[in-house]
């Protein structure tokens, strides 16, 4: 189940009509997985009116980068967003991560290629594939991502045998 830490955050995407695609650990979460997450994961798109929305979206919600030092000046516009390509924000209505490119995947388009559809919070949002999800997990190979993976597979070949036998 979702949790409240990650409604807002969605909520701010879906009002501000940002195209992205969920990854991480809520999409893990979308497919059936039982690990928790704590903060949002998503693939954006890179295009200019897109940067435009993400970054007036951000500003709204007081967005800072996370794990950096205060008094490091960061400028939170279209410009800054496309002269960087990956995002960690510490926010008022919480974390979020904003990946221009998912190691193992590629950028927006590759992440969004096979995506579901989901409804959340009254907003539709891209979720990515779970075997991209599963490769991401796997180039990533941070521990957490690493023992996600058994669970992330079982819920993969479920998928296919409920699909073989709707077939």
């Known amino acids: 189940m979702l949790s409240n830490i990650i409604e807002a955050p969605l909520r701010l995407l879906g009002e501000y009509d940002i195209k992205c695609v ?23 798109s890179r ?3 897109n940067l435009q929305k993400l970054a007036t979206a951000l500003q709204s919600v007081h967005a800072r980068l996370r794990n950096v030092p205060e008094h490091l000046r960061f400028i939170l516009d279209a410009e800054t ?29 590759d ?32 521990p957490k991502d690493l023992i996600a993976l058994p ?5 993969q070949e479920a998928q296919a045998l409920k699909n ?4």
């Open 22 to 44: 969920i990854v991480g650990g809520v999409a893990a979460a979308i497919h059936g997985s039982t690990m928790l997450t704590n903060d949002l994961d998503v693939c954006y």
């Open 47 to 49: 295009e200019a009116p």
């Open 81 to 109: 967003l496309k002269r960087g390509l990956n995002f960690t924000f510490v926010t008022d209505i919480g974390d979020l991560d904003l990946l221009g490119e998912v190691r193992g995947v590629g950028n927006y388009e």
């Open 111 to 142: 992440v969004l290629a096979d995506s579901l559809t989901v409804e959340l919070f009254g907003y539709h949002f891209s979720v990515i594939d779970i075997g991209k999800l599963i490769a991401a997990k796997r180039a990533a190979g941070r």
């Open 151 to 155: 669970e992330l597979e079982a819920i």
């Open 164 to 167: 073989q036998t709707q077939s």
